[in-house]
């Protein structure tokens, strides 16, 4: 059932089911709310979790039999741990029992309790887009379609764990240690997940790579080559690689190299994120990456400008600039027709020229922005603002779909309407003020929800 179950799907079901006997019935047991709701021809009996008590003594009976004197005492302290992950299912409970059977060394039972890192939701979507694992449908955006297919992983509980965040949206989630389990073991001949290993000529040949704390001393860059079909290089820690993978079957690149000669190569790349690099400048080169949908560029603090031709890249979907505070910007127009989600933090505006190049931003249209910082900070004390900051705030008038909204170093007296009649602050959860010095009041936060 590719998109879910429905009442017309069940009805034409159970209709197949009728020719049971007069007092026969079907029991139906679901995590899915919805599926309740559609099968129920009766009141939901909703089962309670066990206790940690009960999770322990399924998980016992799987992991050391029936027989005690097998417990050792180093396995039962982490075992316990273990046990406090399974939210009390017994499904879980039995599930990682069995697993925890043929695992004899203390070592391999601290790897499973320690495996609980989250995942940020829209980073998981941008490699399924990358990789092409899901595509646009008629009326659905790319996006929508992958939020979709996340939620129905959640509701299918292969998903658990969500933390939403109050100001910018970004929703984290985890993965249970069983589900994990099972990716890895299906993708085992395509993908491999580094942590303090190597990857020699004798490994197999990979479509995906990530790696955690990996030093370059260990790679060949023989092995590299060989990986013909590479398709994803995810690198997440600091340490400084001297080359990235050339392969023309890249689609994934996520890296932290000492140098980068030329990205002309990577003709299929759809992702790019640059992090920690020691540059000025981006290669021009980039600007010839037509299939590029998604550009982070993270911490790159001596980055001052980007190349004039981006606008080459016209499939450019999402670009991610954070962390980049020499970056020099331009007029505030440049903002007018972009679609712009997440945060965005503008600094220097005591060199904007005129209101009307304030207005041109737009901000009040970009109604999927969730944090909002604003600054008229200048590294010249004697430097004035060529147009007053009142006129440049009250142009800039955000969506009232900001959360959060910082503001520092505004030089004005006043605060400007949308501020004073909460148009545009009615949703925020956070306002920071900082060295707003000439103003002699604050704005009415009082009548903030």
């Known amino acids: 059932m590719e998109f879910g179950l429905t009442q017309d799907k069940w009805n034409k079901l159970k209709s197949l089911l009728s020719c049971g006997s007069k007092d026969s019935s079907i029991l139906v047991s679901t995590r899915d709310k ?12 909703h089962l309670g979790l066990l206790s940690d008590d009960d999770c322990w003594s399924l998980f016992k009976l799987r992991a050391f039999g029936a027989y005690k004197e097998e417990e050792r005492p180093e396995l039962v ?26 695992r004899s060394t203390e070592k391999e039972w601290l790897e499973v309790s320690e495996k609980d890192k989250e995942i940020k939701k829209q980073q998981l979507i941008y ?6 694992f899901i595509s646009s449908r008629p009326n659905l955006e790319v996006e929508e379609v992958g939020n979709m297919v996340w939620n129905e992983l959640y509701q299918k509980s292969l998903f658990q764990d969500v933390r939403s965040d109050d100001y910018s949206g970004n929703n984290y989630f985890k993965m249970h240690d069983l589900v994990h389990d099972l ?3 299906i993708s085992e001949q395509g993908c491999i997940c580094l942590e303090k290993q190597n990857l020699n000529e004798s490994s197999r040949n990979p479509h995906h790579i990530g790696f955690y704390d990996i030093g370059e001393n260990q790679f060949k860059k023989r092995a ?8 994803t290089w995810y690198q997440q820690n600091t340490g400084q690689f001297r080359f990235i993978p050339t392969n023309h079957s890249l689609r994934v690149l996520c890296t932290y190299a000492r140098k980068i000669s030329s990205f002309g190569s990577l003709t299929c790349l759809k992702y790019l ?30 980055l001052r400008r980007l190349p004039k031709p981006l606008s080459r890249i016209q499939n450019l979907r999402h670009l991610v600039i954070e962390g980049c505070d020499s970056l020099s910007g331009h007029s505030l127009a440049e903002l007018h027709h972009l679609n712009l989600g997440g945060k965005l933090s503008i600094k220097g505006l005591q060199n904007v020229e005129s ?32 147009v007053g900051a009142e006129e440049v705030l009250e142009a800039l008038e955000p969506h009232s779909t900001v959360k959060l909204l910082k503001i520092s170093y505004y030089e004005g007296l006043h605060w400007p309407t949308w501020m ?8 925020l959860v956070s306002l920071q003020l900082g060295k707003c010095q000439n103003c002699q009041h604050l704005p009415p936060i009082g009548k903030l929800p």
């Open 420 to 427: 004073q009649n909460n148009s545009a602050t009615k949703n």
């Open 183 to 185: 990716a890895q073991s």
């Open 77 to 102: 302290a982490i075992g316990k741990q273990i046990v406090k992950k399974c939210g009390g299912s017994p499904l879980a409970a039995l599930a990682l029992g069995g697993v925890m059977q043929s």
């Open 34 to 45: 919805h599926v309740a709701t559609i099968m129920g021809t009766c009141q939901a009996h």
């Open 127 to 132: 490699l399924w887009m990358s990789n092409g």
């Open 224 to 231: 590299l080559e060989k990986a013909e079909s590479l398709r």
């Open 273 to 302: 994120e640059l992090y920690h690099i020691n540059i000025k400048s981006l290669l021009v080169s980039i600007c010839n990456l037509r299939r590029l949908e998604i550009l982070k560029l993270i911490n790159l603090s001596r």
């Open 355 to 386: 209101i009307s190049e304030a207005e041109d931003a737009k901000l009040k249209d970009k109604q999927d922005l969730g944090e909002l910082f604003l600054s008229w900070y200048s590294r010249s004390k004697t430097k004035k603002s060529i």
